[in-house]
């Protein structure tokens, strides 16, 4: 910004890290407001409340350094928007590029590839478009049953064998019910050829192979939640190219079977005929903003994601998640365009709205958790250390599904806790046996996890930009400094260390239930402790999908032409994800891909 004696007389807002056709358009709409306001004070834009909040804060800190005084964002109730809409009209005129296709794939992430790659495969015309500069990469923990890497475990493992009943209910249960079963069956079914397929194409090019995460948690001190060895990840071999990643091989794997990937390519809608089939798209691309029309003979599979980058929609239908969640510079860039355009195509929604929400994000101790924070992200956060309010409280059983965590963080003040530990984290860490993303220590099974217990260590602790240089981990010689330093009551979290200490040497937590091998002490200086709330990675609910993926009208009809999958979906998830499935939700996503492009393929 630049300033006169009496004025604003510029501002640049740099909005390229922005979500292209939220964020990114909403930079210019901001510097015009913020000069006819002359303050902070100005109206969020359309879709893009959580970056006009940003630009607020940022203002204000501007001015706040022009004129020595201290300048305050006017705080306003937030305001739930039309976040719907109506279909955008484009007129026929503006229509200045038709494309025709076999398979239009709507977006190219984890869904999106294997749709991509299973339609190719299969002979058909395929076409993906993706509004980014480049294809999303896919998440690497895959959740599967019965794969040939899982049955090969099994002499050794028994305990790694799942029912596939009662892993049904135990989905149907972490969603209260609102799941359609014979959507779980059908990734219960289909997920394990998913696995094998993909294991034999990127181990096929030499530069990947794939393990199974093989780890149940400690069976001596079960857990009150029972833990599910599902996942599987591809990791680099030591011939693989320093300029190879997945991305580039499986865009060889589309390219070389006829296969194109269009990026900067931005949905705008779905066009249907008389009868209300869907025969394609209209798209617009994102560096001149010519409109595309995309005729689909075949069909349409939209693999858009979810809606975590939408600040409307979040606001309007996840309100609590707003309040849970701390900004950081990762997580899903998708907007709902995709849901939308189904929902305008006559698509019905899911009727409970759930997130994918991990407890990795910190803040300052001079803040508390709330999308309106900025603050780093803490990969460490998940392991069941002692968890206390920011009244000094232990509040809860910390082991168990992430999510049941911050669920009771939010019953707590501000919606925020602590992490405390002591020198002996390592050791415990160890100790909690772990299973899924969250795991730091090789699984029994020898499987790699995905990120070591040292890396995180230095990541917290060593540099100029780690945690604890940064202000955001506090480190103290006793209970009483690093209660000061967190801002939480001194005498509080001492009577609350002691008594966790007490049930720790006991083995049994009378207070909260936590299983004896995650009753780790408190008691061997240094100490630390970190504010934490909730990491955003994706929204879970969208449009309603029957067996053969196809989208459906609120009376269960399908939509002719039109199939989904992924986050833009429903049906699958509801109130919580069941994170202790590991890779259930990219697993879904990958199982459901590929079913939709069979399907579509052979039409």
């Known amino acids: 910004m630049e300033f006169s004696e009496t004025e604003i007389l510029s501002v640049v807002i740099d909005s390229s890290g922005e979500t292209p056709d939220i964020g990114g358009k909403a930079g210019p709409l901001l510097e015009k407001a913020v000069l006819e306001a002359q303050s902070p004070d100005i109206d969020a834009v359309s879709g893009a409340t959580v970056t006009t909040d940003a630009v607020k804060k940022a203002v204000a800190d501007c001015i706040s350094q022009a004129s020595g005084k201290a300048v305050v964002v006017q705080e306003a109730a937030p305001v739930v928007s039309d976040w719907l809409g109506q279909a955008p009209e484009v007129a026929e005129s503006d229509i200045t590029e038709t494309v025709d296709t076999e398979v239009l794939v709507v977006g190219c992430g984890t869904g999106g590839w294997i749709a991509a790659m299973t339609a190719a495969e299969e002979g058909a015309k395929v076409l993906v478009v993706e509004k980014a500069e480049t294809p999303t990469k896919i998440k690497e923990d895959i959740g599967a049953i019965d794969s040939k890497l899982q049955l090969a475990s099994f002499e050794e493992f028994p305990e790694f064998k799942i029912d596939k009943t009662e892993a049904m209910l135990e989905i149907v249960r972490y969603a209260s019910g609102y799941a359609d079963s014979d959507l779980i069956k059908v990734w219960e079914d289909n997920s394990g050829e998913l696995v094998d397929w993909l294991t034999d194409i990127l181990e096929g090019t030499g530069h990947w192979f794939m393990q199974f995460e093989g780890g149940v948690g400690n069976l001596e001190h ?236 230095k990541d917290m602790t060593e540099g100029e930009n780690s945690h604890l240089a940064l202000g955001y981990l506090q480190k103290a010689d006793t209970i009483a400094e690093l209660a000061e330093k967190l801002n939480i009551p001194a005498d509080e979290l001492e009577k609350t260390v002691a008594r966790y200490n007490v049930l720790c040497a006991k083995g049994v937590d009378e207070d909260y239930g936590k299983p004896a091998h995650r009753m780790t002490p408190v008691d061997t200086a240094p100490f630390y402790g970190i504010r934490t709330g909730a990491w955003h990675l994706t929204t879970l609910d969208g449009c309603r999908i029957n067996t053969d993926m196809q989208v459906i009208r609120e009376d269960g009809t399908p939509i002719e032409g039109l199939y989904a999958t992924g986050d833009c979906t429903g049906g699958f998830f509801a109130n919580n994800y069941p994170n202790l499935f590991t890779g259930l939700a990219c697993g879904r996503t990958m199982t459901f891909g590929r079913r939709a492009a069979k399907i579509v393929a052979k039409k």
Not at 260 to 285: H, N, W, Y
Not at 310 to 330: E, F, R, S, W
């Open 222 to 457: 079960p857990d009150h939640t029972k833990a599910y060895a599902t996942g599987h990840s591809p990791h680099p071999t030591e011939d693989k190219p320093a300029d190879v990643d997945l991305n580039s091989d499986m865009t060889e794997f589309v390219t070389s079977r006829g296969g194109e990937i269009r990026c900067k390519t931005s949905l705008v809608k779905l066009e249907q005929d008389a009868d209300g089939k869907v025969t394609g798209i209209i798209a617009q691309d994102m560096d001149d903003s010519h409109y595309i029309r995309i005729n689909a003979s075949k069909g349409v599979i939209m693999a858009t994601g979810g809606y975590a980058s939408n600040g409307d929609m979040m606001l309007a239908l996840q309100p609590q998640t707003m309040k849970m969640k701390i900004n950081v510079p990762m997580g899903s860039k998708s907007d709902g365009a995709g849901i939308k355009a189904m929902l305008w195509a006559g698509a019905e929604m899911d009727p409970c709205h759930a997130s994918m929400m991990f407890n990795r994000c910190s803040c300052l101790p001079t803040e508390t958790a709330g999308y309106k924070t900025n603050g780093k992200w803490y990969w460490f956060g998940e392991q069941p250390f002692l968890k206390v309010n920011l009244n000094g409280d232990r509040f809860c059983n910390e082991s168990g599904p992430y999510e049941f965590m911050l669920h009771s963080m939010y019953m707590q003040p501000k919606h925020t806790y602590v992490d405390i530990f002591d020198a002996n984290c390592k050791q415990y860490a160890e100790q909690f046996d772990e299973v899924g993303c969250c795991r730091l220590f090789p699984f029994p099974n020898g499987a790699i996890s995905n990120r070591p217990f040292d890396v995180c260590w």
